[in-house]
């Protein structure tokens, strides 16, 4: 497929786990893609991993809570790639802490990457994204409406995300402009590896496991990029959970 040839497309989060699997796909359709995280050297190894493909990809680095930072990196993807069609939220953080031991330190930073970070792209690519045809992906969780234990102040910021996407689409729909939520259940990435259950009872998650097994990257990245797509031209504001049926 090269449904994505002459499409240039911004993802964030692109230095690892669903980010770099989306540019990997993404480059794989034709896309030009400027693909930004705060990890250079996952970014050179995301670089690495495309070569050979028919689109082409680009890297920058950049702090998503920054918004000096988001401002300027928007600017210089539009300006290399020769405009921006598709803008695709992965960046994000994950922590696993019981309410009780919850500090505002950790609050606050995961609502400014998942949250904050997410609406700072969306509003500086909109400065961009052409009327009929712009698209934006943000990914969220399924965390987001459903109960994640020791994750409340994580489900809280992708349901944030949620919220924001789907008001996005509500605001941008006379434009012609998409605005898709995916909500990625359990995935084998590297942000999921580092959450480790330590002494918490994490025997609830058995509930919410699917029988087809962990989630590969590659398999949210397909979702992704059919949401992207022209595939999904009548898709928005709605959420595309990829769970595996976990959370049916």
């Known amino acids: ?3 994505f040839s002459g499409v240039n497309a911004l993802v964030t989060g692109a230095g690892s786990g669903i980010g770099r699997a989306t540019v990997l796909r993404l480059v794989s359709e034709g896309a030009a893609v400027f693909a930004v995280d705060r990890d250079e050297t996952g ?6 991993c495309a070569v050979g493909n028919p689109g082409r990809i680009e890297t920058g680095v950049v702090d998503v809570t920054d918004e000096e930072q988001v401002i300027a990196t928007v600017a210089i993807a539009a300006e290399r790639l020769g405009g921006i069609e598709v803008l695709i939220n ?4 994950q922590r696993t802490t019981p309410i009780e031991t919850l500090s505002v330190k950790d609050m606050r930073e995961l609502f400014e990457v998942n949250t904050i970070g997410t609406a700072l792209f969306c509003r500086e690519a909109l400065r ?8 934006i992906v943000n990914v969220a969780s399924t965390a987001a409406d459903h109960g994640n234990p020791y994750m409340s102040a994580y489900a809280a910021s992708k349901g944030a995300v949620l919220a924001l996407s789907k008001t996005l689409a509500a605001e941008l729909v006379g434009r012609g402009i998409r605005v898709v939520p995916v909500s990625p259940g359990n995935t084998a ?5 580092a959450v480790s259950p330590g002494d918490l009872d994490f025997s609830y998650f058995d509930r919410v496991r699917s029988l087809l097994g962990t989630a590969q990257p590659e ?3 397909a979702a992704i990029a059919f949401a992207a797509s022209p595939d ?4 928005t504001g709605a959420e595309l959970r ?5 959370h049916t």
């Open 1 to 3: 497929m090269n449904r």
């Open 43 to 48: 970014l050179a190894e995301t670089a690495e």
């Open 90 to 93: 992965v960046a994000g953080i």
């Open 128 to 135: 961009h994204l052409p009327d009929g045809v712009g698209v």
């Open 189 to 193: 990435t590297p942000l999921t590896a």
């Open 219 to 221: 398999q949210i990245a």
């Open 232 to 235: 999904a031209s009548y898709f």
């Open 242 to 246: 990829v769970d595996g049926g976990s």
